[in-house]
């Protein structure tokens, strides 16, 4: 029987609830325990979402817990990190791995062995790195020791390749692949909520990323077109009481519902008729590719992966402006005949994006690089 690999992931939080966490969930869960000794190590515990994770799967102590570590510790972590990564291997790893794999950009690549054969697996784009020096210089050194480095949209790849043209021979594509049977399963949950107009659905963090204020404007410019609609907006965050006020101030309130984060939000999906997502960065908007499985046409800001997603428009809809989005939104409510063509060219469309074509592209990106010198 051939020996087990040991596989490391270093991700930046595994707690977070967000869309990276999810979709390493459902590639270690996915990956055979009789091949493979899996270990998770987060950079940043903050306890908001357990992610469902396999017996076999070790989830190691994480290098900062929030929700009981000071600044002190946060900061020297955070230098050593950026400069003497080698103390907190040994203080946080007790043993040697076969494949090691950052699943975010900067600070999971700093982590990595500088000798060993290593992964960056990257999920939005890093365009915003042309305007940050420092971390521009961090990231360029980090990427240099990479075997590979794995980009899920091609909006991602171009913008590695921007930035980085010289890593081009070790950056590749694998797509985001996504556990429909376990979204038929928990889409079953009974939810109290009443919903009487046509609904778009947001659903992620409150930050800036995000962009939910743009949202705001959108629909204070919408509902002076038509007032047939409304906006669930799911998740937390850091900007979730400047959201509350400008929906306030704005009197949005019975335009714009605030359900909290959930746990399950699939239940929500299926009650929406339609996902709207305004970021300003993306990888491969999990969001939207699971309102796809349900049936759910989508409108969005042009963000990585959008445009796989979207399929040349049979699927979606890509908004570059306030004017494009109000305009999308109001064909989506009214043109019935759109609406249920975008939906069920999304239920087919999706399908592709199985999870088994994901685990055999990561195995045989494993292969390439057990089969290169050594570096």
Same mark, same amino acid.
């Given at each position: 029987?051939?020996?087990?690999?040991?596989?490391?992931?270093?991700?930046?939080?595994?707690?977070?609830?967000?869309?990276?966490?999810?979709?390493?969930?459902?590639?270690?869960?996915?990956?055979?325990?009789?091949?493979? %000794?899996?270990?998770?190590?987060?950079?940043?515990?903050?306890?908001?979402?357990?992610?469902?994770?396999?017996?076999?799967?070790?989830?190691?102590?994480?290098?900062?817990?929030?929700?009981?570590?000071?600044?002190?510790?946060?900061?020297?972590?955070?230098?050593?990190?950026?400069?003497?990564?080698?103390?907190?291997? +040994?203080?946080?790893? /007790?043993?040697?791995?076969?494949? %090691?794999?950052?699943?975010?950009?900067?600070?999971?690549?700093?982590?990595?062995?500088?000798?060993? +054969?290593?992964?960056?697996?990257?999920?939005?784009?890093?365009?915003?790195?042309?305007? %940050?020096?420092?971390?521009?210089?961090?990231?360029?050194?980090?990427?240099?020791? $990479?075997?590979?480095?794995?980009?899920?949209?091609?909006?991602?790849?171009?913008? &590695?390749?921007? @930035?980085?043209?010289?890593?081009?021979?070790?950056?590749?594509? &694998?797509?985001?692949?996504?556990?429909?049977?376990?979204?038929?399963?928990?889409?079953?949950?009974?939810?109290?909520?009443?919903?009487? +107009?046509?609904?778009? @659905?947001?659903?992620?963090?409150?930050?800036?990323?995000?962009?939910?204020?743009?949202?705001?404007?959108?629909?204070?410019?919408?509902?002076?077109?038509?007032?047939?609609?409304?906006?669930?907006? &799911?998740?937390?965050?850091?900007?979730?009481?400047?959201?509350?006020?400008?929906?306030?101030?704005?009197?949005? %309130?019975?335009?714009?519902? $605030?359900?909290?984060?959930?746990?399950?939000?699939?239940?929500?999906?299926?009650?929406?008729?339609?996902?709207?997502?305004?970021?300003?960065?993306?990888?491969?908007?999990?969001?939207?590719?699971?309102?796809?499985?349900?049936?759910?046409?989508?409108?969005?800001?042009?963000?990585?992966?959008?445009?796989?997603?979207?399929?040349?428009?049979?699927?979606?809809? &890509?908004?570059?402006?306030?004017?494009?989005?109000?305009?999308?939104?109001?064909?989506?409510?009214?043109?019935?005949?759109?609406?249920?063509?975008?939906?069920?060219?999304?239920?087919?469309?999706?399908?592709?994006?199985?999870?088994?074509?994901?685990?055999?592209?990561?195995?045989?990106? @494993?292969?390439?690089?057990?089969?290169? /010198?050594?570096?």
């Amino acid at each position: 029987m051939a020996k087990k690999k040991k596989l490391l992931f270093v991700i930046w939080s595994y707690t977070y609830g967000g869309g990276a966490e999810a979709i390493l969930s459902n590639l270690v869960n996915r990956l055979d325990p009789a091949k493979y %000794e899996i270990d998770i190590l987060e950079y940043w515990h903050s306890n908001i979402k357990k992610e469902e994770t396999n017996a076999n799967i070790n989830i190691l102590k994480p290098i900062i817990d929030s929700t009981k570590d000071g600044h002190l510790k946060m900061w020297t972590v955070k230098i050593l990190l950026e400069h003497f990564p080698s103390i907190l291997r +040994k203080i946080y790893l /007790k043993k040697e791995y076969d494949y %090691e794999i950052a699943f975010n950009m900067l600070i999971p690549t700093y982590f990595l062995s500088k000798k060993g +054969k290593t992964i960056a697996w990257i999920h939005s784009d890093i365009y915003f790195l042309k305007n %940050e020096f420092y971390q521009f210089h961090l990231q360029k050194k980090a990427f240099k020791h $990479l075997n590979r480095i794995v980009a899920i949209s091609e909006n991602t790849y171009n913008s &590695i390749l921007e @930035l980085y043209p010289e890593y081009k021979d070790k950056t590749v594509i &694998i797509n985001n692949s996504f556990d429909f049977n376990k979204i038929e399963e928990k889409v079953k949950e009974k939810v109290t909520i009443k919903k009487n +107009k046509f609904t778009f @659905l947001y659903a992620g963090r409150f930050e800036e990323r995000k962009n939910p204020f743009y949202l705001i404007d959108i629909v204070k410019d919408l509902k002076e077109v038509t007032k047939d609609f409304e906006v669930w907006m &799911i998740g937390h965050g850091e900007l979730e009481n400047a959201v509350k006020e400008k929906i306030k101030e704005n009197n949005l %309130e019975q335009y714009i519902k $605030l359900l909290g984060f959930k746990t399950n939000p699939y239940p929500y999906f299926q009650k929406s008729d339609a996902i709207i997502m305004t970021s300003l960065s993306e990888g491969f908007p999990t969001v939207i590719a699971e309102g796809l499985f349900l049936g759910k046409p989508f409108i969005t800001t042009p963000v990585g992966g959008s445009t796989e997603l979207a399929n040349g428009g049979k699927c979606g809809i &890509i908004a570059a402006n306030k004017d494009e989005f109000i305009k999308g939104m109001q064909r989506l409510i009214k043109e019935k005949n759109y609406y249920q063509k975008l939906s069920q060219n999304g239920k087919e469309y999706i399908k592709q994006f199985t999870y088994q074509k994901q685990i055999k592209k990561f195995e045989n990106l @494993l292969e390439d690089i057990n089969n290169e /010198k050594v570096k």
